[in-house]
Nanobody
């Protein structure tokens, strides 16, 4: 079974920085797109950033210039470097991966359980 596990969430002051990590494990042949989304209390989940296997990225306007997504294809990991954090960045952050399994055609979308980021004094 494929598992995605996020880490790095914390309480941070406005203007601070955090780096989130997400590790994918299991019977993975390859991973296509990977991404980060977030969900604040009472709000819908929103896509924050996505990265293709080749490294092309797309970032939401709300975090552009502050957040950077990257990945390690050897370790099956994706990262989100967050800087100049604002209180409105407070949310549970989820990673997802489009995985091709050994012995399977097509890709399957897997999600992690989330990690809490709180930006507050």
């Amino acid at each position: 079974q494929v598992q995605l596990v996020e880490s790095g969430g914390a309480l941070v002051q406005p203007g601070g920085s955090l780096r989130l990590s997400c590790a994918a494990s299991g019977p993975i042949f390859s991973i296509n797109a990977m991404g980060w989304s977030r969900q604040a209390p009472g709000k819908q989940r929103e896509l924050v950033a996505v990265i293709t296997r080749s490294g092309s990225t797309n970032t939401a306007d709300s975090v552009k210039g502050r957040f950077t997504i990257s990945r390690d294809n050897v370790k099956n990991m994706v990262y989100l470097q967050m800087s100049s954090l604002k209180p409105e960045d407070t949310a549970v952050y989820y990673c997802n991966a489009d995985v091709v399994l050994f012995g399977s055609r097509g890709e399957h979308d897997y999600w992690g359980q989330g990690t809490q980021v709180t930006v507050s004094l």
